[in-house]
């Protein structure tokens, strides 16, 4: 009889200091609910993506495949109860009717209003489920591991990159060692650990130091032998006890022998620790510089507003100060701001409009008020803002940026999206009628992943430290429940203080 195989995907990478709220909606689109059934297997198969490699190394092996959910968010705020309890129980009722092997396809940086520690309490039920059960999982880069996840799978897989587009290699990767445990080949063992660094997210490119250093390590760890070695960068805005730095290695049967990779990762990481922190220039600085550039497209990173990392996405500052200082032939992705967009469909293409364009969702978390700003243009387009990825991060999967308006105010033509969505795939502007490649100016409310579909047109990439709960300066966030002393909230932090064991 072939193995009964139990594949889900639930991922949610959480910004505690987020104001937008994370229903289970989010996991699936404004459109199209959150996929269960067969309808996983239709959406996800041939992707790039983690639950791809998971069913494809399940269909090479002539497995049974029940997939009973695949819901994955927008970075935003805590995942709502009932949002996290659905997924769960989704996942859990499926490996209660009878499975043989579980794979995941998780994030690793969930919090939800009821744990704050999303895959390890999931993980941590289904293993009081089916104790003997063999479950692989997939993970961000980004995630922020705990004992919970460790203790309760049986092999597990990061990312290499940063942006991800190796999704699906990640995914496949941890397929490929289960399959080789379940046919007795291998006996897979895990070590991890932490060093107290909440390293900032513009420091883990893989392109970048000091990442790409150690994902070169963590590679090397694996040509010699061990069967996976991962450097998870953590996300540093989940405020709880966990997040940050951490290292997970995986050995066939040798505990010794993953302990040491191990432990050579964390003390490479620790030595490095300046280095995980990212320092911001003024932005009218910043912008005056890259008004010198004559050769474009000239990248803007409005990376504090990033919603792939929790941001509003509505945020002006960046875009006041390139109007401010007379920037020409600009484009940019894209605004987050229903109301404009149904304000400039009422108006329609062709017509002259003025609206208070963004500043509508209020910051509490760092202190911050809704700021919108006036601006007039020309409507030039309206679409379903529908377009399929043809990058390797999440190839073949549709984005649905919502109805999306583009205005055009003769000196930035500005994408106005009705759904969070990140821009990594030159389709953004493509699907408006935009061509990227023909711009002086791009501004891209982006960190890291923009490199996925932009770095190879891009002639300069500029950092811009502009307004946003996804901001890399520390001081405009309040840390209550992060283990404490950490680097570099804490300069003079060991390397290896006595942490308390958290409460449950």
Known sequence: MPLRAVIAMMEHETNTFSPVPTPLSRFGSPDVPVPTGQEVYRQFKGTGTGIGGFLDVADAEGMEIITPIAGNAAPSGKV???????????????????????????????????????????????????????????????????????????????YKTYPHIDMYEAGEHAGRIMVRAL????????????????????????????????????????????????VFGGFPLADFHDAGLSIVTVADGDMASAEAACERMLSEAWRQKDEWVFTSEPLNETIANAKQLTEGPVILLDHADNSASGGTQDTMAVLKEVIDQGLEDVAMFG??????????????????????????????????????????????????????????????????????????????????????????????????????????????????????????????????????????????????????????????????????????
């Open 335 to 504: 605004i987050f701001d229903p109301a404009a967009v149904t304000q400039m469909e009422a108006a329609g293409v062709g017509r002259d409009v003025t609206i208070d364009l963004g500043g509508k969702i209020d910051m509490p978390e760092i202190g911050m008020t809704r700021e919108p700003l006036r601006v007039s243009g020309k409507v030039r387009a309206i679409t379903d803002g529908d377009f399929v990825i043809t990058v390797p991060m999440g190839r073949g999967t549709k984005t649905s940026m919502g109805k999306t308006a583009v205005l055009d105010t003769g000196q930035v033509q500005i994408v106005i999206c009705s759904n969070h969505t990140e821009p990594y795939d030159l389709g953004c502007f493509r699907s408006v009628g935009i061509e990227p490649t023909a711009k002086r100016y791009l501004i891209l409310k982006s960190r890291i992943h923009y490199r996925a579909g932009f770095r190879d047109i891009a002639r300069h990439e500029i950092p811009c430290n502009g307004v946003g709960v996804t901001s890399s300066d520390n001081s405009l966030f309040t840390f209550k429940n992060i283990r404490r002393p950490i680097y570099p909230l804490d300069p003079e932090c060991p390397e290896r203080p006595n942490y308390e064991i958290p409460p449950v």
């Open 80 to 158: 709502d109860a009932q949002a996290y309890a659905t997924m769960c129980d989704a996942i859990c009722d499926a490996i209660a009717a009878g499975c043989d092997v579980c794979f995941l396809d998780l994030h690793g940086a969930m919090v939800a209003e009821t744990t704050d520690d999303g895959e390890g309490s999931l993980l941590k039920r289904i293993r009081q489920l089916a104790p003997d059960l063999p479950i692989a999982v997939s993970f961000d880069l980004h995630a922020n591991m705990t004992q919970d996840i460790v203790d309760n799978c049986t092999v597990l897989v990061g």
């Open 183 to 230: 046919k007795g080949e291998i006996r897979p063992v895990m070590a991890w650990g932490q060093r107290p660094i909440l390293a900032q997210t513009l420091r883990m490119g893989h392109d970048d130091h000091p990442m790409g250093p150690m994902i070169g390590m963590a590679r090397r760890e694996e040509a010699n032998g061990l069967l996976a070695a991962n």
